[in-house]
């Protein structure tokens, strides 16, 4: 028997979440996020979700849709603002939302650590700031660092630009972001790619997240440029 | 819209001096905004790598109307390009270079700065708090620019005792360049490197609610 961990469509690829789930979603911004899966995400009518990326979505497209359809109930982020989010601006301006602000870098190393077996590191950033409230403070050397733990999940959508059917992935340009850590993070991380890698496996040299970290993958081989469709005023469902 | 607003240093002029400041081969990240306009006057005898926190380093101009590749964008979610030299990477390690301290420089705009360093930029305590990467560079690049009018559009001034708003961080800012002077955090508060010429101690000390030591 061979592995293989190539899925045909993003139904398929779907069919685990459930209702409440943690959910990891790459990207920064449009580049790097999976808007087939998180469509296909929709699609499945779970709600109650708790989503972990840097932004919270722009227009009616991806994450901008999801949080539209009221399936959302928290978003855990770096930055929510933007000048084309809208679902997600209503929602929290009513109290419909929840919102967890975390610094950038404070959210990439709390997934990564989840995905170390980390439960929890020492950082001095937002030492000082409404985000270290609550915390506990630990000194070393004579600074003050403050506790933050590892964030996990039950899923991870993720984009990636190849993989082969061992699920070894490769990225494009900054559109990596976020998605190696997340893949790392998850207890089923699930990802669309542009293309299947042509030879058997990828050069082992080029491969950015070993399979180990994937679990199933399908082809989304032509995928929606977020700012434009939204420019073209194109919403889901 | 107060007088002071319009008068000083242009937004070109303040850029230009953040410029002169980096040795050659410095790694520098600039934040969103006034702080991108530095670019634009480094020394072409200099080489200076640019670090954009979403995981680019050696980012160049902004891309071409015709070029625009959405997977290829700054911090600011805008299509960029990327220079020889250049590398891609994941979200933690574009952190680790900042968070680790391989970050020479970098420049952040500000609401209010005080006498002991704390810089306030990320929330007016309204609408929707979002933080991006801001907590991280300040208290991991190794210097800390903030690049900013003197006074607020209604003339109260920024650099105060202490800010009023939420922190971005405590004690974390190098040196902050106005358009009416450049001056150094101290141990001691602010200390007056450069002056706009046209105006006297008098009247920069007017304009900011902090002590400046002036000699």
């Known amino acids: 028997m061979k592995i293989n961990k190539l899925f045909n469509s993003v139904n398929d690829v779907m069919s685990d979440v459930f209702d409440g789930a943690v959910i990891m979603l790459g990207g920064f911004g449009e580049a790097g996020s999976p808007v087939e899966l998180i469509h296909g995400l929709i699609d499945t009518k779970c709600k109650d979700l708790t989503i972990i990326a840097n932004n919270a979505g722009n227009g009616k497209i991806g994450l901008g849709a999801l949080i539209g359809e009221n399936q959302v109930k928290k978003v855990i982020c770096s930055f929510a603002r933007s000048p084309k989010n809208i679902t997600f601006k209503e929602l929290y301006e009513n109290n419909k939302i929840e919102l967890e602000v975390v610094p950038q870098g404070t959210l990439a190393e709390r997934i990564r650590s989840a995905g170390a077996g980390i439960p929890g590191f020492y950082t001095q950033t937002s030492v000082g700031t409404p985000l270290a409230e609550g915390k506990e403070i630990k000194i070393f050397d004579g600074k003050e660092y403050v506790l933050e733990k590892a964030l996990k999940a039950d899923f991870a959508l993720i984009k990636a630009e190849t993989s082969d059917r061992y699920g070894n992935l490769t990225y494009n340009k900054t559109a990596r972001n976020f998605n190696p850590v997340m893949c790392m993070a998850a207890n089923q991380t699930i990802v669309q790619v542009k293309r299947i890698e042509k030879e058997e496996n990828t050069d082992p040299e080029k491969i950015i997240t070993p399979g180990i970290f994937v679990n199933k993958v399908t082809v989304v081989n032509e995928p929606i440029i977020e700012s434009i469709a939204i420019d073209n005023g194109e919403t889901y469902p | 819209m107060n007088e002071f607003i319009n008068l000083g240093w242009t937004k070109d002029e303040i850029a230009k001096k953040i410029a002169n400041e980096f040795p050659h081969g410095s790694y520098v990240n600039l934040g969103i905004g006034m702080p991108e306009l530095v670019s634009k006057f480094v020394d072409e005898n200099k080489e200076i790598i640019y670090h954009s926190e979403n995981g680019l380093l050696g980012m160049g101009p902004p891309a071409n109307e015709n070029e625009l590749d959405f997977e290829l964008i700054n911090a600011g979610k805008k299509p960029v390009t990327i ?115 046209k105006i006297d101690f008098d009247f920069l000390q007017k304009v900011t609610e902090a002590k400046i030591i002036f000699n």
């Open chain 2, 83 to 197: 220079l020889p030299g250049g590398s891609y990477c994941h979200h933690a390690d574009s952190f680790s270079m900042i968070r680790g301290g391989h970050i020479d420089y970098c420049v952040l705009g500000a609401m209010e700065v005080s006498q002991g360093g704390d810089l306030a930029n990320w929330t007016t305590g309204k609408g929707i708090p979002a933080v991006g990467g801001a907590m991280d560079l300040v208290v991991g690049a190794k210097n800390v620019f903030v690049m900013s009018q003197h006074t607020t559009k209604d003339g109260s001034p920024k650099l105060l005792k202490n800010c009023s708003l939420p922190l971005t961080g405590k004690s974390v800012v190098t040196r902050v360049y106005s358009n009416l002077a450049i001056l150094d955090v101290t141990p001691d508060g602010f200390k007056l490197k450069e002056i706009y010429e």
